[in-house]
T-cell receptor, first 111, second 114 residues
């Protein structure tokens, strides 16, 4: 069965520092991978997706992710974070007909 | 994208009662799903709502506890039956549009069971 593992439950960083949120997937077939963000007391918003093609995917709010088939990874990166990036980030894989989510990573940005 | 509304947005219920959550989408969608997000946790898929037929439930979820209806392409309901405090969660409706792979999520229904 397809699954995703988010390697860090919490990532604290200072404002304007770079950040990487790690996600590994488990699949023996073609994968469709996603990153979602959930701001405090809000719903889920799609950050970016990988379906095929270029392994570097750019999303909203300056985030990008790289699909690495040999490492079975789909890490999310941002070169310089803002206080407003503080949120919960979820990696997800399309398993059959629905998305299956990782446990989430809490990104806390402080000044 | 799709605009998804859920009602109610939140509720506080007594143990042993049932609550029906409604999900309305502004366009016809191919797939509708229900997820649960327990406090501080990730999202867990409850079931896929199938139009005109019984929902497809994930392991650990049963129709008697979480009956689901989907009478048309834009509307679905999830009922949480015979509630206990362990059912306190956020319940989210999610949809996929025709030809797409990403899912869009409603704002959620925050349920507290006392």
């Amino acid at each position: 069965a397809q699954s995703v593992t988010q390697l860090d439950s919490q990532v604290p960083v200072f404002e304007e520092a770079p950040v990487e949120l790690r996600c590994n997937y488990s699949s023996s077939v073609s994968v469709y991978l996603f990153w979602y963000v959930q701001y405090p007391n809000q719903g889920l918003q799609l950050l970016l997706k990988y379906l095929s093609g270029s392994t570097l995917v750019k999303g909203i709010n300056g985030f990008e992710a790289e699909f690495n088939k040999s490492q079975t990874s789909f890490h999310l990166r941002k070169p310089s974070v803002h206080i407003s990036d503080t949120a919960e980030y979820f990696c997800a894989v399309l398993a059959g007909t629905a998305l299956i989510f990782g446990k989430g990573t809490t990104l806390s940005v402080s000044s | 994208s799709a605009v998804i509304s859920q009602k109610p947005s939140r509720d506080i219920c007594q143990r042993g009662t049932s609550l029906t959550i409604q999900c309305q989408v502004d366009s016809q969608v191919t797939m509708m799903f229900w997820y649960r997000q327990q406090p501080g946790q990730s999202l867990t898929l409850i079931a896929t709502a199938n139009q005109g037929s019984e929902a497809t439930y994930e392991s650990g979820f049963v129709i008697d506890k979480f009956p689901i209806s989907r009478p048309n392409l834009t509307f679905s309901t999830l009922t949480v039956s015979n509630m206990s405090p362990e059912d306190s969660s956020i319940y989210l409706c999610s949809v996929r549009l025709a030809g797409g792979y990403e899912q869009f999520f409603g704002p959620g229904t925050r349920l507290t069971v006392l």
